[in-house]
């Protein structure tokens, strides 16, 4: 049966979309009747806030999303992601890249910016340091420029199936796989994690889509083992934007201090979803019961400014079964 997880950042609080995420995640692996794993994206060690690892996992706790086993952090497993980094380096699949992001914004915009043979579409590394000689090399490290480590993609194109988006296809640019300041980059880590945790069903937000492609290049360089992919509708402000803290009271924490309880907001997300009608009190279990992965709706959710300023108008909500 497909092992699933939810991969959080504990650099804050988890919002209503991170919520939502989670909650599919979790309906997805226990529909299948298989393990549903956390797991702790924590590299970004500068961003990192160690009380939200705790929190983090206590709100999964009140919606009843429980784990199987003990969670997992990234910043215990550095050593496999440096071992998977060297053995790109061996097989030749790597070089040191010395550009800023400043430097790739103005390349990729330029004129026939993107040199023969790499991805030249928008967010797409140009290939500037790809063919540096040794010289040029030692002397951008001279001036002070530490490198990343980006993989010799050839400008692939892969294909694959999602889940809940259908049929995909893009071009694998030359991505990072080791920042400069040594730290391995999310994609090479997140395959290396789904791989040795036998993860087989990755249910995130579509916003990471884009990032799937480079994802299978990893496996498919280091023979690792593919799992599936479903990527569900973000949910947006109600300017439309991605949410944030900003927007007003988008944390479960806010939520419980505007008088609601941990089960009136499993309802609202239910309803965002479509399993369940608005101001109907459901169970995880009745929820549960109600999932199908083809029924979902695709399309993101956007909170109301009302919600997201004042209490749900429902009081008290029942638990009582649909007809």
């Given at each position: 049966?497909?092992?699933?997880?939810?991969?959080?950042?504990?650099?804050?609080?988890?919002h209503?979309?991170?919520?939502?995420?989670?909650?599919?995640?979790?309906?997805?692996?226990r529909?299948?009747?298989?393990d549903?794993l956390?797991?702790?994206?924590?590299?970004?060690?500068?961003?990192?806030?160690d009380?939200?690892?705790?929190?983090?996992?206590?709100?999964?706790?009140?919606?009843?999303?429980?784990?199987?086993?003990k969670?997992?952090?990234?910043?215990d497993?550095?050593?496999?992601y440096?071992d998977?980094i060297r053995?790109?380096?061996?097989?030749?699949?790597?070089?040191?890249?010395?550009?800023?992001?400043?430097?790739?914004?103005?390349?990729?915009?330029?004129?026939?910016?993107?040199?023969?043979?790499?991805?030249?579409?928008?967010?797409?590394?140009?290939?500037?340091?790809?063919?540096l000689?040794?010289s040029?090399?030692?002397q951008?490290?001279?001036?002070?420029?530490?490198?990343?480590?980006?993989?010799r993609?050839?400008?692939i194109?892969?294909?694959?199936?999602?889940?809940?988006c259908?049929?995909?296809?893009?071009?694998?640019?030359?991505?990072?796989?080791?920042?400069?300041?040594?730290?391995?980059?999310?994609?090479?880590?997140?395959?290396?994690?789904d791989?040795?945790?036998?993860?087989?069903?990755?249910?995130?937000?579509?916003?990471?889509?884009?990032?799937?492609?480079?994802?299978?290049?990893?496996?498919?360089?280091?023979?690792?083992?593919?799992?599936?992919?479903?990527h569900?509708?973000?949910?947006?402000?109600?300017?439309?934007?991605?949410?944030?803290k900003?927007?007003?009271?988008?944390?479960?924490?806010?939520?419980?201090?505007?008088?609601?309880?941990?089960?009136?907001?499993?309802?609202?997300?239910a309803?965002s979803?479509?399993?369940a009608k608005?101001?109907?009190?459901?169970?995880?279990?009745?929820?549960?019961?109600?999932?199908?992965?083809?029924?979902?709706?695709?399309?993101?959710?956007t909170?109301?400014?009302?919600?997201?300023?004042?209490?749900?108008?429902?009081?008290?909500?029942?638990h009582?079964?649909?007809?």
């Open positions: 049966m497909p092992t699933g997880r939810f991969a959080p950042s504990p650099t804050g609080a988890l209503i979309g991170n919520l939502r995420t989670a909650l599919l995640a979790w309906l997805f692996a529909s299948n009747k298989s549903y956390l797991r702790y994206e924590d590299l970004d060690m500068a961003l990192v806030r009380e939200h690892y705790q929190s983090q996992a206590d709100d999964l706790a009140a919606l009843g999303l429980h784990w199987d086993g969670p997992v952090r990234q910043s497993r550095s050593d496999l440096l998977a053995l790109f380096a061996q097989r030749g699949l790597t070089y040191p890249c010395y550009c800023s992001r400043k430097d790739i914004r103005e390349a990729s915009q330029a004129p026939n910016g993107a040199p023969a043979g790499n991805a030249g579409t928008a967010g797409h590394y140009p290939g500037t340091c790809r063919q000689t040794r040029e090399q030692r951008r490290q001279d001036a002070g420029r530490p490198p990343a480590i980006r993989v993609a050839e400008a194109q892969l294909d694959f199936v999602d889940l809940l259908g049929e995909q296809s893009d071009v694998v640019d030359d991505f990072v796989i080791q920042r400069n300041d040594g730290t391995p980059a999310y994609n090479l880590a997140v395959m290396v994690d791989s040795l945790q036998g993860i087989q069903q990755v249910v995130r937000a579509d916003d990471l889509l884009s990032s799937t492609v480079r994802q299978l290049f990893i496996a498919n360089a280091l023979d690792l083992d593919v799992p599936m992919f479903a569900v509708p973000l949910v947006l402000a109600p300017t439309g934007k991605r949410l944030a900003r927007d007003g009271a988008v944390t479960l924490e806010d939520r419980q201090q505007l008088g609601e309880t941990p089960s009136q907001v499993l309802a609202m997300l309803t979803l479509e399993l608005p101001g109907e009190g459901v169970t995880l279990d009745q929820v549960l019961e109600r999932f199908d992965p083809q029924l979902l709706p695709r399309g993101p959710f909170l109301d400014e009302q919600y997201l300023a004042t209490r749900s108008s429902s009081k008290s909500l029942s009582k079964k649909p007809d």
